[in-house]
């Protein structure tokens, strides 16, 4: 063995060792700040999830606060082109077998087009005792049993989002 050889194995085998033994960072939170009008702040969780016929969804959970105080926690969620969400009609959240409770359609109180769906969702966060994954049965035209699971990343960052001010 050559005397190069050597030291490229002792930097190697040193390189190897330090990375292994040094702090990685923290992983930094999703949840972002955004200024609005005023004294109004805007915090969200994005996530996107597929439901249980493989299509993409961008599931947003936001929070306005208004000088210091929640005055809301929405959820919207984006379908993709074509997707036609059902309009009133509450959003069924469920745990394992568990229904947990229904999410309020507030669809109507804005402009968004029909593939997407708003549902105020601050009373079952507040619920939520553990970060078990969540199950949204969608009320989709057309379609039953569609289901997006929200997995326990996401769950926890929802709690989270909930004491945010």
Not at 15 to 44: Q, W
Not at 93 to 112: P, Q, R, T, Y
Not at 123 to 131: F, M
């Amino acid at each position: 063995m050559e005397k190069h050889d050597w030291r490229k194995i002792v930097t190697i085998i040193t390189l190897c060792f330090c990375l292994t033994i040094t702090n990685n960072p923290p992983a930094l939170a999703s949840i972002h700040k955004y200024p609005e009008t005023g004294d109004r702040v805007m915090f969200r969780s994005v996530q996107s999830l597929r439901d249980n016929q493989d299509k993409a969804w961008q599931v947003v959970l936001y929070k306005r606060v208004r000088s210091g105080r929640g005055d809301s926690l929405n959820l919207r969620l984006v379908g993709f082109p074509g997707t036609q969400l059902d309009h009133p009609v509450a959003l069924k959240v469920v745990a394992g077998n568990l229904e947990l409770a229904l999410a309020k359609d507030i669809w109507s109180e804005s402009d968004l087009p029909v593939n997407v769906g708003e549902y105020d969702f601050k009373s079952i966060v507040a619920q939520l005792e553990s970060d078990r994954p969540l199950g949204l049965n969608l009320p989709v035209q057309g379609k039953k049993d569609l289901q997006i699971l929200v997995p326990t990343f996401a769950v926890r960052e929802w709690r989270r989002l909930l004491d945010i001010s």
